[in-house]
């Protein structure tokens, strides 16, 4: 009979899911999410008050603990230990996918970083439901989140994508959505535009226009309310396209972009290297 010492048992970690929840409607989520929801030991939310709405619906009780951008540091050292500890989380944001424009990333690259299991449980997402419905091209898209708030950094952001070969997706504040409309029209021109607002809600709407025709009709309404999501179809292009590289550069810069990142937008739009603009740059 072997006398060895019996061997150590090596401790498992829980699995974090990451978990995408109705955008509005609440019928619109995976029989999965709803499983899995049900199954875990808790689950961390941007907002307890709206989550517990979502697990009423569905008759699930679940430990709820708040996770969002304001406590997101401490929050998730605490959530990695009940992890390692065992425990099976799910991550779920107010609304969407998680990471998407939300909370999550600290928690899921530091979850990776730990060698814990991280599986996404997909679903609904604004950014695809918008894109799905607009009419706008879908063969390359460039999604940036929130515009900046900020009058100056989202008329940079809009001059450096100017060119870009892609559909824009943005989602925006329904208080600044006239401002950068405004700024659309100027610094990208008569392009097709889509405004998709409270989408899967009772007040869904989609708009369809120019940036200068979107804004003239929004801007005779009592309020504008909810959440949006902006589409901006693709640019012809244009007579910077033919500038040689060094006034390409200036030309970015004298709109207020920091020449460093002007010589990398150059390069993105031409299919050139940083180096290889920065050569074009230095001859005499």
Do not use: W
Request: glycine share 8%; proline share 7%.
């Amino acid at each position: 009979m072997c006398s060895c010492p019996p061997a150590s048992i090596k401790s498992v970690s829980g699995t974090l899911y990451i978990v995408a929840t109705p955008i509005g409607n609440l019928e619109d989520i995976t029989y999965r999410a709803v499983r899995i929801l049900g199954e875990v030991d808790q689950i961390a939310c941007e907002d307890t008050r709206q989550t517990r709405k979502l697990l009423e619906r569905y008759g699930i009780s679940k430990p709820l603990i708040s996770y969002h951008e304001h406590n997101e540091r401490t929050r998730a050292q605490e959530l990695l230990r009940d992890l390692l500890a065992g425990k099976n989380i799910a991550l779920v944001s107010d609304a969407g996918t998680p990471l998407i424009a939300d909370p999550g990333y600290r928690l899921v690259t530091e979850a990776r970083t730990q060698g814990i299991p991280v599986v996404p449980i997909p679903g609904p997402s604004a950014l695809v439901a918008a894109l799905s419905v607009s009419g706008l091209p879908t063969d390359a898209v460039h999604f940036g989140g929130f515009l900046p708030a900020r009058k100056t950094q989202r008329r940079k952001l809009l001059e450096e994508l100017k060119s870009s070969p892609a559909t824009l997706v943005f989602y925006e504040a329904p208080h600044r959505i006239l401002e950068s409309l405004d700024d659309v029209a100027e610094l990208l021109g008569p392009r097709p535009v889509t405004l998709a607002r409270e989408l899967t809600k009772i007040h869904e709407e989609f708009l369809h226009g120019t940036a200068s025709e979107l804004k003239t009709g929004l801007a005779g309404r009592p309020a504008i309310k909810g959440e949006i999501t902006l589409l901006i179809g693709k640019g012809e292009p244009s007579e910077a396209d033919n500038l040689p590289v060094r006034e390409a550069v200036d030309q970015l810069v004298q709109a207020g972009i920091p020449r460093m990142q002007a010589m990398k937008t150059v390069a993105r739009q031409r299919g050139l290297s940083k180096h290889e603009v920065y050569q074009q740059l230095t001859r005499p």
